[in-house]
């Protein structure tokens, strides 16, 4: 009797082993059907698409700028194309920048700097912003001679030219005045010791105006008088309906020409753009911002003392020269879109070159900072 118990037990162990190895061996094999945390990582994992342009991001972030309860995506991007992406549902996005009468320069948009060049599809003449040098290409006009132009500068330009383009300076009134001539595939390249600048072209009249083509769309001038601008040198935004109307507002932080734009409160301040009707309308002076020379670099929203208007905070010490040091800015919103600097008087003018963010810390109810 005993040994058949023994037999049994002996059985029996036999078994429960096989069964514990082959659930051992099981679960090694496949650990995720038995394994609930990776199960969940297998359903919340990411997978990448590539975008079918690359763009040279900076500052980016998402908001609903239509009201629609879809997310929008927008980017500054500092000196290479901005976008600003609505959603239409189902991961297509349109890019409204233009549409909506935001694009840095309304004359001819996406003339500013970008890492992308012209598709020089025609022949003509192509004149654009690649990076921080201004590019002008000729591009199979060999039947038109030579193409001559003048073009103002500020002295503080260094310039190259590919092929047989010529180009003659003289200084005048502390401005460079760049003769040139150009043909077929020439190529004249200009850059800038100091910062981007505003070169002021005038052309002769050798080449059709429709076959002259500015920046990287590329857009035409209605003139052989021009100026391709370099872009608004555009930071960050803060998004939010400012003067109560439920439509979405901007404030845009500008850097000001890495710290040498001059006190202009018409065309070298920060930007408030209000949604009027379908566009952006500046209303940046009206509502009484002035950026004076604050080369910004970050912009945030706070209702720093409660009254339930949001203010507006702005960054400006640059950390080198010429403005290493320059007084952030809060933009107190005393009545609906209508603002006073009084960083002074609160004590948060600091100069030095920081980031920062706002929070309640010792939980008072009040915004720290
Ligand atoms: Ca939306
Ligand atoms: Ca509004
Ligand atoms: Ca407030
Ligand atoms: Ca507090």
């Given at each position: 009797m005993l040994t058949l118990f023994s037999n049994r037990s002996h059985t029996r162990l036999l078994l429960i082993s096989f069964v514990a190895v082959i659930t051992l061996f099981l679960t090694i094999?496949?650990?995720?059907?038995?394994?609930?945390?990776?199960?969940?990582?297998?359903?919340?994992?990411?997978?990448?698409?590539?975008?079918?342009?690359?763009?040279?991001?900076?500052?980016?972030?998402?908001t609903d700028i239509n009201?629609?309860?879809?997310?929008?995506?927008?980017?500054?991007?500092?000196?290479?194309?901005?976008?600003?992406?609505?959603?239409?549902?189902?991961?297509?996005?349109?890019?409204?920048?233009l549409n909506l009468g935001l694009e840095q320069s309304l004359n001819f948009p996406g003339v500013g700097p970008s890492d992308l060049k012209p598709n020089m599809k025609s022949p003509g003449l192509y004149i654009y912003w690649y990076k921080s040098k201004l590019v002008i290409q000729a591009h199979k006009l060999n039947q038109y001679g030579e193409i001559k132009g003048?073009?103002?500068?500020?002295?503080?330009?260094?310039?190259?030219?590919?092929?047989?383009?010529?180009?003659?300076?003289?200084?005048?009134?502390?401005?460079?005045?760049a003769s040139f001539s150009i043909h077929n595939n020439d190529q004249l390249i200009i850059e800038s010791r100091a910062f981007f600048f505003t070169p002021i072209f005038e052309l002769e009249k050798q080449i059709p105006l429709n076959q002259v083509y500015l920046g990287s769309q590329p857009v035409q001038p209605d003139?052989?008088?021009?100026?391709?601008?370099?872009?608004?040198?555009?930071?960050?935004?803060?998004?939010?309906?400012?003067n109560g109307d439920n439509h979405n507002d901007v404030f845009i932080i500008r850097g000001g020409g890495g710290g040498r734009m001059s006190p202009d409160p018409i065309n070298d301040n920060d930007e408030l753009l209000l949604q009027e009707?379908?566009?952006?309308?500046?209303?940046?002076?009206?509502?009484?911002?002035?950026?004076?020379?604050?080369?910004?670099?970050?912009?945030?929203?706070?209702?720093?003392?409660?009254?339930?208007?949001?203010?507006?905070?702005?960054?400006?010490?640059?950390?080198?020269?010429p403005r290493e040091l320059y007084p952030n800015q809060l933009h107190r919103q005393f009545a609906s879109g209508q603002f006073a600097n009084v960083s002074d008087e609160r004590g948060i003018d600091i100069q030095e070159s920081n980031t920062f963010t706002w929070l309640d810390a010792d939980q008072d109810q009040d915004m720290d900072l």
């Amino acid at each position: 009797m005993l040994t058949l118990f023994s037999n049994r037990s002996h059985t029996r162990l036999l078994l429960i082993s096989f069964v514990a190895v082959i659930t051992l061996f099981l679960t090694i094999l496949f650990p995720r059907s038995y394994n609930p945390v990776r199960v969940l990582k297998a359903e919340g994992w990411f997978t990448q698409n590539t975008l079918a342009t690359t763009y040279h991001l900076f500052d980016l972030g998402v908001t609903d700028i239509n009201n629609d309860n879809l997310l929008d995506i927008f980017t500054v991007n500092h000196s290479v194309r901005q976008k600003l992406l609505i959603n239409e549902g189902h991961n297509n996005f349109q890019d409204q920048l233009l549409n909506l009468g935001l694009e840095q320069s309304l004359n001819f948009p996406g003339v500013g700097p970008s890492d992308l060049k012209p598709n020089m599809k025609s022949p003509g003449l192509y004149i654009y912003w690649y990076k921080s040098k201004l590019v002008i290409q000729a591009h199979k006009l060999n039947q038109y001679g030579e193409i001559k132009g003048e073009i103002q500068l500020p002295e503080s330009v260094v310039i190259k030219t590919y092929g047989n383009g010529n180009i003659l300076t003289k200084q005048e009134n502390e401005k460079l005045i760049a003769s040139f001539s150009i043909h077929n595939n020439d190529q004249l390249i200009i850059e800038s010791r100091a910062f981007f600048f505003t070169p002021i072209f005038e052309l002769e009249k050798q080449i059709p105006l429709n076959q002259v083509y500015l920046g990287s769309q590329p857009v035409q001038p209605d003139s052989y008088n021009f100026t391709v601008n370099p872009g608004k040198d555009r930071h960050g935004m803060a998004w939010a309906d400012f003067n109560g109307d439920n439509h979405n507002d901007v404030f845009i932080i500008r850097g000001g020409g890495g710290g040498r734009m001059s006190p202009d409160p018409i065309n070298d301040n920060d930007e408030l753009l209000l949604q009027e009707q379908l566009t952006f309308e500046d209303r940046t002076f009206e509502a009484g911002i002035l950026k004076e020379v604050c080369p910004g670099r970050q912009v945030s929203l706070v209702d720093f003392d409660g009254d339930d208007q949001l203010d507006i905070y702005t960054g400006c010490g640059r950390g080198k020269p010429p403005r290493e040091l320059y007084p952030n800015q809060l933009h107190r919103q005393f009545a609906s879109g209508q603002f006073a600097n009084v960083s002074d008087e609160r004590g948060i003018d600091i100069q030095e070159s920081n980031t920062f963010t706002w929070l309640d810390a010792d939980q008072d109810q009040d915004m720290d900072l």
